[in-house]
C-alpha cells in the first residue's frame, strides 16, 4: 500500500500511514514525507519497531545529525546515549545504578525550541518510544507560523526587528546545565541571540522563534519592558488553539520542525518508567528577511 497522509484536524501534525522504518526509503517515498513535513511541520509514525540504526538511518535522510550536548549539573559525566550511537540521546527518568540513564527525568518540559541556546540550533528532531507510562509524558507542539500569523498589530510593531537572549543555563526541564550559574539579571544571560520573526529557510515563511521563556530579554530594552512583551508574546504563543498533543504508545514516533514549533512535555508518575530515544539533525543559524 501506499504510503497516506492523514492530518490531525489541529493546525499542526499529520500521521504517516503504511510506512515501515526498519526498510530504506525511495526517493518518490521521501519527498511525499517532506512535502508533509513543511506542510504539518510534525510527523506521527505509529506501530514501528526499530533499531537505534534504523532511527540513525531514519533522520539521517533529512540531514547529518549533531551529537546531543546534554548536560545537566546532575548527570556527572554518565554518557546518555545508547552504546554505539553517540548522535542518538537518550530522554528518559529510569535509574541505573543510581544514576539516571537520559534527561529530563519525569517532570514538565517547558515550552521550548531544541538547542535555541546555540547560535545554530537543530532544524529538526526525531523521538521515538521505547517505553511509556500508563498516564502523562505526552508531548505538545504549537504552530509557530500562525502565532505570528495571528500577532495582534502593535505587538509586532514591538517585536519587529528585535532580537532575544536564549538561555543556555536551564534545560526545559529546570536543571542547570553543567558549568552555568542561576542567571540573577537577564541582561547577562548566557546563550545566543536570535531575532524574534524567523523566516524559514526553505518555506519562506515567517515564524516567531522563541527559546525558552526563564531568562529570556529582549536586548537594548529596560528589563519591566522586556519582561512584559515577552509575557505577552509568550501568552500569545501558546494559545491552545495553536497545538497540538500526542499520547504515546510504544513504537510511536514523532519528527518535528524545531524552525517552526515549539514542544512541551507533560509531567508523570516516577514510579512508571518512560524511555524514548532521539535524533537531532544540524540547523543553520536563524535569520530574519521581512517579506
Ligand atoms: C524534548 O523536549 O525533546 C523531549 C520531549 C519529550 O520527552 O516528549
Known amino acids: 500500500m501506499p504510503i497516506e497522509i492523514c492530518p490531525s484536524g489541529r493546525e499542526l501534525g499529520a500521521e504517516i500511514l503504511n510506512i515501515d522504518l526498519r526498510e530504506e526509503l525511495d526517493t518518490e517515498t521521501l519527498d511525499v514525507i517532506r512535502q508533509a513535513w513543511r506542510e504539518y ?68 518540559a517547558i515550552w521550548h525550541t531544541d538547542m535555541s541556546y546555540l547560535e ?17 509524558g505526552d508531548t505538545g507542539f504549537a504552530n509557530m507560523y500562525l502565532a505570528h500569523d495571528t500577532l495582534p498589530e502593535e505587538l509586532r510593531a514591538e517585536l519587529v526587528d528585535r532580537v532575544c537572549i536564549h538561555d543556555h543555563s536551564l534545560n526545559s526541564a529546570g536543571f542547570l546545565r553543567r558549568g552555568y550559574e542561576e542567571v540573577t539579571d537577564v541582561t547577562q544571560t548566557p546563550g545566543a541571540r536570535h531575532p524574534l520573526f524567523r523566516t524559514h529557510p526553505e518555506t519562506g515563511r515567517q515564524a516567531l522563534f522563541l527559546g525558552r521563556r526563564r531568562n529570556a530579554y529582549i536586548s537594548g530594552l529596560p528589563v519591566e519592558e522586556s519582561e512584559a512583551l515577552l509575557d505577552a508574546v509568550w501568552a500569545h504563543a501558546t494559545k491552545p488553539e495553536f497545538t497540538w498533543h500526542h499520547k504515546w504508545n510504544v513504537g510511536d514516533l514523532l519528527m518535528w520542525d524545531n524552525r517552526a514549533v515549539l514542544h512541551r512535555r507533560d509531567s508523570f508518575d516516577n514510579s512508571t518508567r518512560r524511555v524514548m530515544h532521539r535524533t537531532q539533525i544540524e540547523g543553520d543559524k536563524p535569520f530574519y528577511q521581512a517579506a
Do not use: C, H, W
Not at 533499531?51 to 559525566?77: H, Q
Not at 545554530?120 to 502523562?136: D, K, Q, R
Open 41 to 108: 511541520l510534525v510527523l506521527l509514525i505509529r506501530g514501528q519497531d526499530i533499531s537505534d540504526g534504523d532511527l540513525v538511518r531514519f533522520s539521517e535522510y533529512f540531514g547529518e545529525l549533531r551529537t546531543s550536548p546534554l548536560g545537566e549539573a546532575r548527570m556527572k559525566g554518565r554518557s546518555r546515549s545508547p552504546d554505539g550511537f553517540p548522535q542518538v540521546a537518550i530522554i528518559s527518568n529510569v535509574t541505573k545504578d543510581g544514576l539516571p540513564i537520559g534527561s529530563l527525568g519525569n517532570g514538565e
Open 120 to 136: 545554530s540550533p537543530i532544524m529538526a528532531a526525531v523521538l521515538y518510544a521505547l517505553e511509556v507510562p500508563p498516564s502523562g
